[in-house]
Nanobody, 125 residues
Framework: QVALMESGGGSVQAGGSIRLSCEISELPSSNYCLAWFQQPPGKMRTAVANLGDNGSIRYTVSLKGRITISRDNAANTLYLQLDNLIPEDTATYYC???????????????????WGQGTQVTVLS
């Protein structure tokens, strides 16, 4: 079982940027997917980006162009960069991990079996 812990959340003015981090322990050497999800207050959790051990990357259409997912060289920290923030980006952000069963990772919640506790991002108008 993979353990994950998010950090870097906080309050930021609209139009600004924020960088979230996810510390990962006991990551498999291959065939894994890493992802970020967002859950606005009172709404369902949805995927925003994922990254596979094979270098595959996918973004949700609604955030594409304002979001970047990346990983450090040791593959023990996952990052999410959000730019040009808008109030609608206010949400709890979760990182997740799961097995990679296909060439590309999927942007569906059921594909991931390990989750962090979440970190809150508040965008001020």
């Amino acid at each position: 079982q993979v353990a994950l812990m998010e950090s870097g959340g906080g309050s930021v003015q609209a139009g600004g940027s924020i960088r979230l981090s996810c510390e990962i322990s006991e990551l498999p050497s291959s065939n894994y997917c890493l992802a970020w999800f967002q859950q606005p207050p009172g709404k369902m959790r949805t995927a925003v980006a994922n990254l596979g051990d094979n270098g595959s990357i996918r973004y949700t259409v609604s955030l594409k162009g304002r979001i970047t997912i990346s990983r450090d060289n040791a593959a023990n920290t996952l990052y999410l960069q959000l730019d040009n923030l808008i109030p609608e980006d206010t949400a709890t952000y979760y990182c997740a991990a799961g097995p990679r069963r296909y060439t590309d990772c999927h942007l569906v919640q059921s594909s991931y079996d390990s989750w962090g506790q979440g970190t809150q991002v508040t965008v001020l108008s």
